[in-house]
């Protein structure tokens, strides 16, 4: 009924009010029109057709302890598939067309299943150890919260609705959210630091919105790294470009969402918020939803970036995969309970931990995939120190590897925090909450007529990038600027610069002379002179 109003509204009133992208005449009529067809629609739908799942935490029964488990599964269970139901009936009922707008294109659904199982054994292995779920997030201004309060942002709305069913069975789930607005580092080069960011615990990260300086090669690279490492990568993109031979990431636990992200609002892709600019900050999805499930302001886009209704629409299509790798979670663990007699929950989580790792880092066969075998190559072990916040990891600032300088040398603020952006159009509580209080900022040093030094630790390969904040490519003529010198064995001698860049990371070095020194590599410098003002945002040492 909501739909049929909505829609109907549009068909009927659409070219009356001549609403274009550019055109904010009558709008205000458009509004009152609206909110009156869907406070009635909310009114009978309330009476007549109230919502059948409903999941509260706070009422949730997880029964007696069953087997080595201090909760009954099947309760558990129940509860999950009530919050995935109340999902599908909160966007209009249609459990087929939501989960068809789940899946990104061009990826077989074997592949998403097996990508799910992963993803639950991971779970299954937090939940058995009663061990802490960390989930990273990389991404731009969408993920730092540009134009609304960083509380509604995707990745804060998604750990809170997470920490509703994980804390039936006692597990802490954990959000590291070091998302960049548009002034920040471009996202490939962010991805290669990903646990000097996020930490080594890192369990998930979530590459979402990559929309400056990013491509395919450098979320293959991530990819490759959690599976050396430990960690699982999902994206949230219709740009990861899946080809021929790359099932086997999908079988490592990689996974896709559907880019856009606004199709599970109607099976058929409704009108809003497609009418354009005139719209942002308009409250509603299309389904009388003129607030979000937590009772803030319904605005679905604003300013360029999701209001907290949009960002709440991010959250639900991640929480229904979660929600399925969940239950099946609990299912593998009641399986490993067979086992025998002497069988304990740590020993349960113990293996399940071992197959996850053993799934995600398996051999690929590399005459299937040359793609992968190809990459698979540096990005592993490499050494970051930069100025980005907020961040997880100890020792990884620029300030570790700065030795001293002279003249005009400051560290301080290069990238400022993301804001409320049009504060005129969104709600003023923004500015005075200290939830909504942006976290991204960044740091560095800035270089005008004078030089500075940093100390270099031991390499592996042999390279080491230098890099900016901006997102254009490497520094440009930096052979005038920086002089490396090299202390080996109490030798000390200048080193041969490189010329070529990695986004907007210039490669300084690439010498395998100074490749595996180990303890001999006692002293390595890089000092820099500025003939015009240069910041510097941080190193990439291999």
Same mark, same amino acid.
């Given at each position: 009924?909501?739909?049929?109003?909505?829609?109907?509204?549009?068909?009927? *009133?659409? *070219?009356?009010?001549?609403?274009?992208?550019?055109?904010?005449?009558?709008?205000?009529?458009?509004?009152?029109?609206?909110?009156?067809?869907?406070?009635?629609?909310?009114?009978?739908?309330?009476?007549?057709?109230?919502?059948?799942?409903?999941?509260? $935490?706070?009422?949730?029964?997880?029964?007696?302890?069953?087997?080595?488990?201090?909760?009954? $599964?099947?309760?558990?269970?129940?509860?999950?598939?009530?919050?995935? *139901?109340?999902?599908?009936?909160?966007?209009?009922?249609?459990?087929?067309?939501?989960?068809?707008?789940?899946?990104?294109?061009?990826?077989?659904? =074997?592949?998403?299943?097996?990508?799910?199982?992963?993803?639950?054994?991971?779970?299954?292995?937090?939940?058995?150890?009663?061990?802490?779920?960390?989930?990273?997030?990389?991404?731009?201004?969408?993920?730092?919260? @540009?134009?609304?309060?960083?509380?509604?942002?995707?990745?804060?709305?998604?750990?809170?609705?997470?920490?509703?069913?994980?804390?039936?069975?006692?597990?802490?789930?954990?959000?590291?959210?070091?998302?960049?607005?548009? !002034?920040?580092?471009?996202?490939?080069?962010?991805?290669?630091?990903?646990?000097?960011?996020?930490?080594? !615990?890192? !369990?998930? +990260?979530?590459?979402?919105? +990559?929309?400056?300086?990013?491509?395919?090669?450098?979320?293959?690279?991530?990819? +490759?790294?959690?599976?050396?490492?430990?960690?699982?990568?999902?994206?949230?993109?219709?740009?990861?470009?899946?080809?021929?031979?790359?099932?086997?990431?999908?079988?490592?636990?990689?996974?896709?969402?559907?880019?856009?992200?606004?199709?599970?609002?109607?099976?058929?892709?409704?009108?809003?918020?497609?009418?354009?600019?005139?719209?942002?900050?308009? $409250?509603?999805?299309?389904?009388?939803?003129?607030?979000?499930?937590?009772?803030?302001?319904?605005?679905?886009?604003?300013?360029?970036?999701?209001? $907290?209704?949009?960002?709440?629409?991010?959250?639900?299509?991640?929480?229904?995969?979660?929600? =399925?790798?969940?239950?099946?979670?609990?299912?593998?663990?009641?399986?490993?309970?067979?086992?025998?007699?002497?069988?304990?929950?740590?020993?349960?989580?113990?293996?399940?931990? *071992?197959?996850?790792?053993?799934?995600?880092?398996?051999?690929?066969?590399?005459?299937?995939?040359?793609?992968?075998?190809?990459?698979?190559?540096?990005?592993?072990?490499?050494?970051?120190?930069?100025?980005?916040?907020?961040?997880?990891?100890?020792?990884?600032?620029?300030?570790?590897?700065?030795?001293?300088?002279?003249?005009?040398?400051?560290?301080?603020?290069?990238?400022?925090?993301?804001?409320?952006? @049009?504060?005129?159009?969104?709600?003023?509580?923004?500015?005075? +909450? !200290?939830?909504?209080?942006?976290?991204?900022?960044?740091?560095?040093?800035?270089?005008?007529?004078?030089?500075?030094?940093?100390?270099?630790?031991?390499?592996?390969?042999?390279?080491?990038?230098?890099?900016?904040?901006?997102?254009?490519?490497?520094?440009?003529?930096?052979?005038?600027?920086?002089?490396?010198?090299?202390?080996?064995?109490?030798?000390?001698?200048?080193?041969?610069?490189?010329?070529?860049?990695?986004?907007?990371?210039?490669?300084?070095?690439?010498?395998?002379?100074?490749?595996?020194?180990?303890?001999?590599?006692?002293?390595?410098?890089?000092?820099?002179?500025?003939?015009?003002?240069?910041?510097?945002?941080?190193?990439?040492?291999?």
């Amino acid at each position: 009924e909501c739909l049929k109003s909505e829609e109907a509204f549009k068909r009927t *009133n659409y *070219n009356f009010y001549k609403l274009g992208d550019d055109n904010y005449g009558e709008i205000h009529i458009w509004d009152k029109s609206r909110s009156i067809i869907c406070e009635k629609v909310n009114k009978n739908r309330a009476k007549y057709f109230p919502m059948k799942y409903v999941f509260s $935490p706070e009422k949730a029964y997880v029964g007696a302890p069953k087997n080595v488990l201090p909760f009954d $599964p099947d309760a558990v269970r129940r509860h999950a598939q009530q919050y995935k *139901n109340m999902l599908v009936e909160y966007y209009g009922g249609n459990q087929d067309s939501f989960e068809k707008h789940l899946r990104a294109k061009n990826v077989d659904e =074997e592949m998403v299943q097996k990508s799910i199982n992963v993803t639950a054994m991971l779970f299954a292995s937090k939940i058995a150890n009663q061990e802490k779920l960390v989930i990273g997030f990389l991404g731009t201004s969408v993920i730092a919260g @540009m134009d609304q309060c960083y509380y509604h942002v995707y990745p804060e709305t998604l750990g809170r609705y997470l920490r509703q069913i994980f804390s039936l069975v006692g597990v802490e789930v954990e959000i590291r959210n070091s998302g960049q607005n548009g !002034d920040g580092q471009g996202t490939a080069v962010q991805s290669i630091c990903t646990q000097d960011i996020f930490g080594d !615990d890192i !369990d998930i +990260l979530s590459l979402t919105w +990559l929309m400056i300086n990013y491509d395919w090669d450098s979320i293959l690279w991530t990819i +490759l790294k959690g599976r050396k490492k430990g960690f699982i990568v999902h994206n949230f993109a219709d740009d990861h470009k899946p080809t021929e031979g790359l099932n086997e990431l999908y079988e490592a636990g990689y996974f896709v969402k559907e880019g856009s992200y606004s199709d599970i609002i109607t099976p058929n892709r409704n009108w809003f918020p497609y009418l354009g600019k005139s719209h942002w900050g308009r $409250p509603g999805d299309g389904n009388c939803h003129l607030q979000t499930r937590e009772g803030s302001e319904g605005t679905y886009f604003q300013n360029w970036h999701p209001g $907290p209704l949009g960002d709440q629409v991010m959250a639900d299509s991640f929480m229904y995969m979660y929600l =399925e790798a969940f239950i099946r979670a609990l299912y593998m663990i009641e399986e490993r309970e067979g086992e025998g007699n002497s069988i304990t929950r740590t020993r349960i989580g113990d293996s399940l931990k *071992n197959d996850f790792k053993k799934s995600i880092s398996k051999n690929f066969d590399c005459t299937k995939n040359p793609m992968i075998c190809d990459k698979n190559t540096n990005h592993y072990d490499v050494k970051c120190v930069i100025g980005q916040n907020p961040r997880w990891k100890e020792n990884v600032d620029i300030q570790d590897w700065f030795t001293n300088s002279t003249g005009e040398v400051r560290y301080h603020v290069i990238k400022k925090a993301s804001d409320a952006g @049009m504060s005129g159009r969104l709600n003023p509580e923004y500015s005075d +909450l !200290d939830i909504c209080v942006h976290k991204d900022i960044g740091y560095g040093y800035e270089v005008g007529n004078g030089t500075i030094t940093f100390q270099i630790p031991s390499l592996t390969l042999g390279k080491l990038y230098i890099c900016k904040i901006a997102h254009s490519k490497g520094y440009i003529n930096l052979a005038g600027d920086i002089q490396l010198t090299a202390t080996i064995d109490n030798e000390t001698f200048d080193v041969n610069l490189s010329e070529s860049h990695y986004q907007s990371c210039a490669e300084v070095l690439n010498d395998s002379r100074f490749a595996n020194k180990g303890s001999k590599f006692v002293k390595f410098e890089v000092t820099i002179t500025a003939r015009s003002r240069l910041f510097i945002w941080g190193f990439l040492a291999y």
